[in-house]
């Protein structure tokens, strides 16, 4: 498990996660500053995909790079959206997409980061862009939890097979 981003240029990335109470608290950064830090981004993507990540070996990443289209604030991102777009569209992609979904009252009873508004929008707009994916799963998360990972489970190894039947 991997999260959110490869640990190259930064390496204090490998120090231990915490936890975020307030994502939105802190300004933006510069314009300048923001688009040098999702280029290093997008090269360390691609370093890692090349030459780090073992291929065949399943990779989870709890976040990627598109919650920052989602929701810039969190990564204080102050630079144009057309260019965090662009890198959305040349960064890794992944083999599949999991959305562990819920209603947001659900959401908002295990998490109270953000106003019930930016949940509601948030929650819209990650079932849009993973909708929007070729390979997605949406998984109910409100369900009980060995049901979430059975779930979960199953769309992973039913990618992993029909990557496996793709090759050949």
Sequence with gaps: MRHLKPRLVI?????????VVDPHGKPPRSAL???????????EEWYANLFQNQKNVLLICDRYYHDL??????YRYGGPQWAAKL???LIPQ???WVLLDAPTEVLRARK???????TTRQHQAYLAF????????????????DKVIAD??????????????NRG
């Design 87 to 89: 890198v959305g569209k």
């Design 112 to 118: 109270q980061e953000v106003p019930l508004e930016e």
């Design 94 to 96: 992944p083999r599949l």
């Design 11 to 19: 390496p204090q990335r490998g120090e231990a996660v915490t936890i």
């Design 130 to 145: 993973v909708r929007n994916q070729r390979n997605h799963a949406i998984v109910d998360a409100s369900q009980p939890l």
């Design 69 to 74: 289209l989602v929701d810039p604030k969190r």
């Design 152 to 165: 979960a489970e199953h769309a992973i190894t039913g990618a992993m097979s029909e990557g496996k039947s």
């Design 33 to 43: 500053v923001s688009l040098a830090k999702i280029f290093v981004w997008l090269m």
